[in-house]
């Protein structure tokens, strides 16, 4: 297949961009920087509409995966417009692109997220609950929304609500791993939260999955079928490294420190269900966390 992705220098898209090449796939990178456009990058610009895809004419897969990262600031008024733009305009950008190709893909998967469903979900949700009030239910529904041009066009439109992905490379854990080996870990909050989590080969499995099962469209929960909740996540890993986890960081600390995007991110208790991926057949490769834990090296 030759497939056109976004975000191909994140923590998934390198994995992915690896292991579709592995597989004899073709990939395109989408760049944004015109000095490092190579044979196999295409460059576009979506905060000026510009994407540059008239010389391409059989593209089979396209895959988008980029956006401004949640956490890399504290949420102001105008980050916040920087988070869901980012989504949106690129988005929107592709949409309609690929829905005007007279050669159309076969399928576009997009990102979006289990913030979807809120930052309190009582019972376990799956890919036919509403969304929640937040902020990142706001911005993952307008996200996923923004693909409808695909998706009227007669493109398989899949968007993959992605949850916390779990690797050393990357991403949460990375950021968890320092103080940890420390001896500094411990619950966040109460640490009752649920943790919808995902490792990130699972991650990358699940969307090679869905490029070659015609039957998944729409909302997909890219989780991992047991999630756990913080206190017991922080104990396994605290167990996997041979440290305490004594210190907790308490909700009025997050709270002063992160603001809302420390409700949103860190206190946030979602349980989503990967319903779609397990009655599409996919067998996830780490059953549990502990099965996870004994598997990864950190």
């Keep these: ?14 994995e992915l961009t690896k292991t579709l090449i592995s597989l004899n796939h073709k990939v395109l990178r989408l760049i944004r920087d015109k000095k490092d456009i190579k044979d196999d990058a295409i460059f576009w610009d979506p905060e000026n509409n ?27 008024k105008k980050q916040k417009e920087i988070i869901l733009e980012s989504r949106v305009k690129s988005t929107k950008l592709l949409s309609d692109k690929i829905s005007n190709l007279d050669l159309k893909p076969q399928v576009f998967i997009s990102a979006s997220a289990i913030g979807y469903y809120g930052t309190q979900t009582i019972e376990p949700v799956n890919e036919s609950d509403p969304p929640g009030k937040s902020f990142l239910s706001y911005v993952c529904e307008n996200w996923e929304n923004s693909t409808k041009s695909s998706r009227n066009s007669g493109i398989r439109t899949v968007n993959i609500r992605i949850g916390i992905i779990l690797s050393p490379l990357g991403g949460a854990l990375k950021k968890m791993l320092t103080p940890f080996k420390l001896g500094l870990g411990g619950k966040i909050g109460d640490g009752n939260q649920i943790m919808s989590w995902i490792s990130l080969e699972d991650t990358v499995k699940s969307i090679i999955h869905i490029l070659k099962n015609e039957h998944l469209s729409g909302p997909v929960n890219l989780t991992n079928p047991n999630p756990v909740n913080n206190y017991e996540f922080t104990k396994k890993l605290g167990k996997k490294l041979s440290k305490i986890t004594i210190f907790p960081l308490p909700k009025t600390i997050v709270k002063l420190i992160f603001g809302e995007m420390g409700e949103e991110l860190l206190l946030s208790s979602i349980d989503a269900r990967p ?15 502990s099965d996870y834990f004994d598997n990864e090296s950190l």
């Design 50 to 76: 510009i994407l540059e895809l008239d010389h391409i004419k059989d593209i089979d897969a396209v895959i988008h995966l980029a956006g401004e990262n949640i956490a890399n600031k504290r949420w102001s």
């Design 275 to 289: 319903d779609a991926m397990i009655s599409s057949g996919y067998k996830f490769t780490h059953e549990n966390l």
């Design 1 to 14: 297949m030759k497939i056109l992705l976004s975000g191909s220098s994140g923590l998934v898209g390198k």
